[in-house]
């Protein structure tokens, strides 16, 4: 059995805030930025194994997870490039799924001597406009919290992302919504104790408006059973960034790399050693 590496893990100042993260590994280094409905436990079945062959950093995104979210402005994408200096990072090849896509995409637009390489999945930052259902869920959502009852909201979340709009909850995999449940509902929590936190600056012009600028060699990964308007947007991202790479994980909605992880990890690990990255 290959000896697991071992892994550095504590809470760093980042711009202001406290950044909580993980780093293993030698190697290329990668940086796993998660979900907006988790934290960087979502990456429980990526981190050691990836671990085996490059230097890793998992955190989680100011405001989610154990990193707090102070008053202010700031940038997810400045929070990024500030972390991979702190911990002594000069380039790495971020893999973001969802929101974390959006942070990739500036961090690659704003400092592209920083970015090896772009592994993006099932994320919305080809701005493809939401479906009127996807509306609906957020504002079912949002009700459901301001109601005073979190475990709706969250099960709410968990129907639109984890589950999909063609399946019902008992087609899933138990586990998988379980984990999903337990980050999203710290992430209400935190909401609920800190409604007065920062705000994120808006970055102007519009990442959606600069993917022809991006030249570093780029993987989609979709899942076949997301949300359409999120499946629109990685073909857009597919048609608009030069070389990109998109494939899909069928039978798996928006978080492949925890439905599927040993497809996920094999899709990746071929697109690092493909491109020496």
Not at 38 to 51: E, I, P
Request: net charge negative.
């Amino acid at each position: 059995m290959q000896e697991q590496p071992s892994t550095e893990s504590g809470v760093i100042a980042v711009n202001g805030a406290q950044i909580a993260y993980d780093l293993a590994g030698e190697g290329p280094a990668l940086v796993l930025i998660h979900a907006g409905i988790c934290d960087r436990r979502m990456w429980d079945d990526q981190f050691a194994t990836f671990a085996r062959s490059h230097r890793v950093l998992r955190y989680d995104v100011r405001g989610f997870g154990a990193s707090n979210l102070p008053p202010g402005s700031y940038a997810h994408h400045e929070d990024l490039l500030a972390l991979l200096d702190a911990v002594g990072v000069e380039r790495a090849t971020p893999i973001a799924v969802s929101m974390a896509g959006e942070i990739a995409l500036k961090a690659a637009l704003t400092s592209p001597h920083r970015v090896s390489g772009l592994i993006l999945s099932t994320t919305g930052a080809g701005a493809v406009e939401p479906s009127a259902a996807v509306k609906q869920l957020w504002a079912e959502a949002d009700a459901a919290y301001e109601a005073g009852d979190v475990a709706k909201a969250v099960e709410i979340e968990a129907r639109g992302w984890v589950d999909g709009p063609h399946r019902s909850p008992v087609e899933v995999d138990p586990d998988v919504r379980e984990r999903v449940r337990v980050m999203n509902i710290a992430l209400w929590d935190r909401i609920a104790r800190e409604p007065d936190a920062g705000e994120e600056e808006e970055f102007v012009p519009p990442a959606r408006e600069r993917l022809s600028e991006i030249s570093v060699p780029t993987l989609l990964i979709v899942g076949d059973l997301d949300q359409p308007h999120v499946v629109d947007s990685m073909e857009r991202l597919a048609a608009t960034i030069a070389g990109a790479e998109m494939t899909v994980i069928r039978g798996t909605a928006h978080l492949p790399s925890m439905e599927r992880p040993d497809e996920f990890n094999r899709m990746v690990l071929e697109f690092l050693e493909r491109h020496r990255l």
